[in-house]
């Protein structure tokens, strides 16, 4: 069995940091893609970046130079730094991973339970 467990969320205000962290355990053969999605209240879930196991990057316009994403791969953990945050910011973050169990040829997409950023004075 595969989890994602995410952690460092929290309250911050206006113009604030914080550094996400998720890491995967478990029964995991090789990962693929590992990325960050966020999901505010009445909103569909959104991509905010995401990071190749050779470390490309993608990231959504709305965080272009603001946030950094980055893995260990030693780890099987992906980060995300943010910087500069907003209030618009303000959204539960999710963590996405494409994983090849063990005695498995086939991948799968897994998801941390969430963990809510809050960007508020």
């Known amino acids: 069995q595969v989890q994602l467990v995410e952690s460092g969320g929290g309250l911050v205000q206006p113009g604030g940091s914080l550094r996400l962290s998720c890491a995967a355990s478990g029964s995991i053969g090789s990962i693929a893609d590992m990325g960050w999605y966020r999901q505010a209240p009445g909103t569909q879930r959104e991509l905010v970046a995401d990071i190749t196991s050779g470390g490309g990057t993608n990231y959504a316009d709305s965080v272009k130079g603001r946030f950094t994403i980055s893995r260990d791969n030693a780890k099987n953990t992906v980060y995300l730094q943010m910087n500069s945050l907003a209030p618009e910011d303000t959204a539960v973050y999710y963590c996405?991973?494409?994983?090849?169990?063990?005695?498995?040829?086939?991948?799968?997409?897994?998801w941390g339970q969430g963990t809510q950023v809050t960007v508020s004075s």
């Open positions: 996405n991973a494409v994983i090849r169990p063990v005695l498995y040829s086939s991948f799968f997409t897994y």
